[in-house]
Nanobody, 127 residues
Framework: QVQLVESGGGLVQAGGSLRLSCAVS????????MAWFRQAPGKEREFVAG????????RYTDSVKGQFTISRDNAKTTVALQMNSLKPEDTAVYYC????????????????????WGQGTQVTVSS
């Protein structure tokens, strides 16, 4: 069993920054992939960024490339999402997720392949 707890959300003005953290507990594997998703009101949950446990290889959705950075600590107990130059359209609930076994090293974008989810943290960007 894996537990994921997000923190770091809040209210920020456009152009500001936030750093989200996801505390990971329980057994993970070298093949595990961790990801951040977000869901805005009335919209589907969308992939934001992902990282491979084994080598910290990353993948981002196009709309956040150069703006957001995903990282993990060496102990593999925390996954962070540094968000810079925030825009009102980044407003959403942000979720941390774990693809426990992974799949051929792929950082996948589909929510339903992720086995574990955090409770989410609200990010609101005011204009």
């Amino acid at each position: 069993q894996v537990q994921l707890v997000e923190s770091g959300g809040g209210l920020v003005q456009a152009g500001g920054s936030l750093r989200l953290s996801c505390a990971v507990s329980g057994r993970t594997f070298s093949s595990t992939v961790m990801a951040w998703f977000r869901q805005a009101p009335g919209k589907e949950r969308e992939f934001v960024a992902g990282i491979r446990w084994t080598d910290s290889s990353t993948r981002y959705t196009d709309s956040v490339k150069g703006q957001f950075t995903i990282s993990r600590d060496n102990a593999k107990t925390t996954v962070a999402l540094q968000m810079n130059s925030l825009k009102p359209e980044d407003t959403a609930v942000y979720y941390c997720a774990a693809d426990l076994a992974g799949y051929y090293g792929l950082v996948r974008r589909t929510p339903n392949v992720y086995d574990y989810w955090g409770q989410g943290t609200q990010v609101t960007v005011s204009s």
